[in-house]
Structure formats: structure tokens, C-alpha cells
């Protein structure tokens, strides 16, 4: 088997020359994996960042790290009365919102064929990672309004473009994500909010520790750039979609995922 480097090339990141110098960004689930290199990039790229998180001793340390461009709130994306709750303290402490990432999810609920999933594990999916979204989105809502150039970053995945199996409700979840995108984008274009979706590959982080090998080599070896993917190689797309060069650029979706599933 072809060996493959477990990080991007040397000196190689993509998001560098992306500034978001001032721009006020809440990030859903920024205290690890994928939400926290968000949080650190938009931090990197001069943002003012809110995350949000269950995590709370995490999350306090992160925006403690970073210092006073960075906040914690805690976060329940279960919880409709949480989720307003955070937004809206978030643009009050930060004088308002112009960007918003839609990244909390539970990853967690596969290994089972599609009818051996319990209820349970199916509402609770569905909860966070559809009903969630669509709850920050209205709370943001009046703050991105306001800002004039709103940005709504949804994170999706690949596997609804591929069909992964034994992973159904995940599938299922991440594909509602990106047609919500498109509904939003219809939505919100004349309150110059514009929204977008990105659909990562399988990545390094965390919340996909619980993956078999398998389904990694399954990756590596069908992805036309045959590698790891890492937390950096997602970065860059965020940053733009939330950054005043895609302006013009609502309702997509963006697979980024090395040429895995090809959109």
C-alpha cells in the first residue's frame, strides 16, 4: 500500500492570506475538532470569535488561550432556549454578529445497518445537527441583518454525497444540512446574508477517532489527492466563505474532501 503523510505539505496553509480583520464570527461546537481550528483560524485571520460549546471547561480555556478576541458561551444545541441565549449574548458583548459557522454535530451514531439505529440515537442526531442549525440561524438572524454582509458557514459532509453506509442517521442529518443551505440562501439574500455549506471529507480530529480503519484507508485510497485530510486542509474554505471575496456567492456547497466525492 501507497504510504500517505498524516499532515498537508510543508509551509502550506491554505488560509494565510485570508483577512477578516474586526468581522464578528460565532462559532457553534468550537472547542474541538473541527470547531476549535475554526475558532483558531478566524482568530488567526484577526476575527473577533464567540464559540460555542457543552464543553465548557474546554471552551474557557480555548478563548482564555487565544485572549480578548475570543469568548466562550455555553451552548446547548438541544436546547432552543440556549441556543438564543448565547447568539444573543454574543452580539451584545461583541456589538453585533457578521458571521455565523454552523458546526456543532454529534458524529457519533454509526456502526449499525440503517435499521438497527435506535430512537433514541435518531432524534438525538436530528436534534442537534438539523434542528440546531436552523435555530442559530434564526437567532442570528436579526444580528447578521444588521451587520450588511452577513456570512453563514454550514458545515456538512461528504458522506451524503457518497451514501456512506451504516451511518444513516449521520447521512441523513448532513444531507438535510445542505438542502437547508440552499432554502436559507432564497431566504436571507435580501438581508445580504449569504449562505453556504462546505461538505469535508473524513478528517483527523476527534470526533472521528471512533471511525474504523477501514473506512480511513477507504478514503485515502479513493481521494485524488491521497493523503490524511487535517483540520487545515478545511480552514481555508470557511475563511473565504465567510471573508467579503465571496459575496456573490450563496446556496453552494463546496466538497472538500481531496477529490473524494467529486461535486
Known sequence: MTSHPNTAPPGVNPASDIRLDGRRIFVTGGA??????????????????????????????????????????????RAPESIRSAIDRAAAELGGLDGLVNNAAVTNSGGRDFDQIDLETWDTVMAVNVRGPWLATCAARPHLKASGSGRIVNVASDTALWGAPRLMAYVASKGAIISMTRSMARELGADQITVNAIAPGLTLVEATEYVPRARHEHYLNGRAIQREQMPQDVTGSVLFLLSGASGFVTGQLLAVNGGFAMH
Do not use: K, Q, S, T
Open 32 to 77: 474541538r475538532g473541527l470547531g476549535e481550528a475554526f475558532v483558531r483560524a478566524l482568530h488567526a485571520a484577526g476575527a473577533y470569535v464567540a464559540l460555542g460549546d457543552l464543553l465548557a471547561e474546554r471552551g474557557r480555556a480555548l478563548a482564555a488561550e487565544l485572549g480578548e478576541r475570543a469568548r466562550f458561551y455555553d451552548l446547548d444545541m
